[in-house]
C-alpha cells in the first residue's frame, strides 16, 4: 500500500513563490506516475501536473504553465510542486496522488495524499 504525506504548505503574499513535497513511502517508486491536484473552496478537485518517474515526461494544466514545476527525486521518493507567482486563485489545498499518467489528468489515481492547504493572500 502506497502512503503520501504532502509538506510545504502555507500562507503567502501574492507573487511569491512556494515548493509543495509529497513523500512516498510503499510500493515501488518509479513504477507508477504522481501528480498533484488542487481544490479550493466550493470548487471541484484540479488537476494541476504530472510526472511520470521513468523518463521524467511531465505535463501541467494551462492554468499553471509557466509558473508551476512538477519534478521527481527518485533518491527520495518524492516529487515536488515548484510554485511561483502566485495568485489568489491559487489558494486551494493541494493533493499528491500516483497513479497511470495518461490517467491522472483526468483524474483517476489509484492513491492519495491527505493534502496540503496554500493560501495566497492579495
Sequence with gaps: ???????????????ASLRLSCAA????FGSYAMAWFRQAPGK???FVASITLKGGGT????????RFTIS???TKSTVYLQMS?????DTAVYYCAGGIFGALRLGAAAFWGQ???????S
Design 25 to 28: 513511502s510503499g510500493g515501488t
Design 44 to 46: 471541484e478537485r484540479e
Design 1 to 15: 500500500q502506497v502512503q503520501l504525506v504532502e509538506s510545504g504548505g502555507g500562507l503567502v503574499q501574492t507573487g
Design 59 to 66: 505535463y501541467h494544466a494551462d492554468s499553471v504553465k509557466g
Design 72 to 74: 521527481g527525486d527518485n
Design 85 to 89: 507567482s502566485l495568485k489568489p486563485e
Design 115 to 121: 493534502g496540503t492547504q496554500v493560501t495566497v493572500a
